[in-house]
T-cell receptor
Framework: SQQGEEDPQALSIQEGENATMNCSYK?????LQWYRQNSGRGLVHLIL?????REKHSGRLRVTLDTSKKSSSLLITASRAADTASYFC????????????????FGQGTILTVHP | KAGVTQTPRYLIKTRGQQVTLSCSPI?????VSWYQQTPGQGLQFLFE???????NKGNFPGRFSGRQFSNSRSEMNVSTLELGDSALYLC??????????????FGPGTRLTVL
C-alpha cells in the first residue's frame, strides 16, 4: 500500500512559473526522497532530505520537511517545459532500523505539465 | 559509470506462463530493489536483495520471487502469470550507506504485458 499522498494529483503551469507539490506520509521516517519520472520511464533521483533536516536546496529545487505534520513539499522555481514529468515522494521507514533501508514507499505522484 | 540496466525492455507473455527479468546494478552497488508500477496501484515495492540475501519483501504473492548473484546482478521471476501482472517493473541499485541514507538509482524498467 502507498504511504504517501500527494497533492495535487495534476498541476498545469506556464514556463517561468513556480510549481509546488506536497506529500504526506503516515509513519516515522529515516529520510524522504523526491523522484521524477518521464513518460513511464525509469525514475530519476532529485533530492534526499533526512528526518532531522527541515529544508534542502538543489539548483531550482527546494524541499521542506515537517516531521510533526508528516509532510513535505517540493518547489520547482522558474519552471521549464523540460520539467514536465511525474514527481513522486518516497519515504524510508525509520522504525525498523537497517532492515528497512532498502525499501522505498512511494506516494501516488503529481503529474506536472509546463506549457511553453 | 554505466547506469542500471534492465533486460529485456519489453516483454509480451500469455496467462499461465512464467517470466524472468534481469537487472545489472551500477558497479560497486550491493543492494538491488525491485518495484512494480501500475496505473491503479502506483509504485509498489517487491523485494530487496543485499549480498545475495533477501533483506526486505513487499506484500506480493509467492509467484513473485527473486535472487541476487555474487556479482550483485539480480533476477526476478514471476510464475503463472496473470493479467494483473502487466506492469512496468523497475529495478534500483544503491551503495548501502550507513544510516539508510542511500540514493536508489533506477533502471529504465521492463514493460511486461500479459495477454
Amino acid at each position: 500500500s502507498q504511504q504517501g499522498e500527494e497533492d495535487p494529483q495534476a498541476l498545469s503551469i506556464q514556463e517561468g512559473e513556480n510549481a509546488t507539490m506536497n506529500c504526506s506520509y503516515k509513519t516515522s521516517i529515516n529520510n524522504l526522497q523526491w523522484y521524477r519520472q518521464n513518460s513511464g520511464r525509469g525514475l530519476v533521483h532529485l533530492i534526499l532530505i533526512r528526518s532531522n533536516e527541515r529544508e534542502k536546496h538543489s539548483g531550482r529545487l527546494r524541499v521542506t520537511l515537517d516531521t510533526s505534520k508528516k509532510s513535505s513539499s517540493l518547489l520547482i522555481t522558474a519552471s521549464r517545459a523540460a520539467d514536465t514529468a511525474s514527481y513522486f515522494c518516497a519515504t524510508v521507514n525509520g522504525e525498523a532500523g537497517g532492515t528497512s533501508y532498502g525499501k522505498l514507499t512511494f506516494g501516488q505522484g503529481t503529474i506536472l505539465t509546463v506549457h511553453p | 559509470k554505466a547506469g542500471v540496466t534492465q533486460t529485456p525492455r519489453y516483454l509480451i507473455k500469455t496467462r499461465g506462463q512464467q517470466v524472468t527479468l534481469s537487472c545489472s546494478p551500477i558497479s560497486g552497488h550491493r543492494s538491488v530493489s525491485w518495484y512494480q508500477q501500475t496505473p491503479g496501484q502506483g509504485l509498489q515495492f517487491l523485494f530487496e536483495y543485499f549480498s545475495e540475501t533477501q533483506r526486505n519483501k513487499g506484500n506480493f504473492p509467492g509467484r513473485f520471487s527473486g535472487r541476487q548473484f555474487s556479482n550483485s546482478r539480480s533476477e526476478m521471476n514471476v510464475s503463472t502469470l496473470e493479467l494483473g501482472d502487466s506492469a512496468l517493473y523497475l529495478c534500483a541499485s544503491s551503495l548501502v550507506l550507513r544510516g539508510g541514507l542511500d540514493t536508489q538509482y533506477f533502471g529504465p524498467g521492463t514493460r511486461l504485458t500479459v495477454l
